[in-house]
């Protein structure tokens, strides 16, 4: 009879703990994938998830807004700024500027993250997918 007894398997390992500095006054970064892809996926991505949005937004430099605005470089400026759209009274008060973190909460819950607003439809609530369709927003303030 043969024994086998400790196999040379490590014991699994803890629990690791993340520690995350941030400089003071600096916004919070959005939760990034364990797996990071490459921005060029990561935009190539969102671009192909923005296409549920664009029933409501369009992301090209001066068009027109439709049902919900025109977000073209819309990272970097305040909620309710894009002329000629009708924004909820909500929306408008809300003081927000447009963040990655700020989009991330918004697109993940807009009634929650603003309540009143009109944007009723759309919220994306995979992480990953929410990322991809920030980075393609934010590549159109790039350019």
């Known amino acids: 009879m043969l024994a086998l007894t ?14 995350i500095v941030r400089e003071p006054g600096a916004a ?6 364990a797996t990071e892809a490459p921005a060029s996926t990561l935009i190539a991505d969102g671009k192909a998830a923005f296409a549920n949005c664009s029933a ?3 992301l090209e430099q001066g068009a027109a807004n439709g049902v919900g605005p025109n977000l073209y470089g819309i990272v970097g400026k305040n909620a309710g700024g894009v002329a000629g759209f009708a ?10 500027v447009w963040t990655a973190a700020e989009l991330d ?3 993940a819950d807009p009634a929650g993250k603003i309540p009143g607003t009109t944007m009723v439809a759309g919220a994306i609530a995979d992480p990953s997918k929410r990322q991809a369709v920030i980075a393609y927003i ?3 303030t790039a350019n």
């Open 6 to 19: 400790a196999c040379g398997a490590d014991p699994a390992p803890g629990p690791v703990e993340q520690i």
């Open 105 to 107: 909460s918004f697109i």
């Open 28 to 33: 919070p970064a959005v939760a990034v994938a």
């Open 56 to 58: 409501c937004h369009s």
């Open 87 to 96: 924004y909820s009274d909500a929306l408008e008060a809300s003081g927000i």
């Open 138 to 140: 934010e590549s159109t």
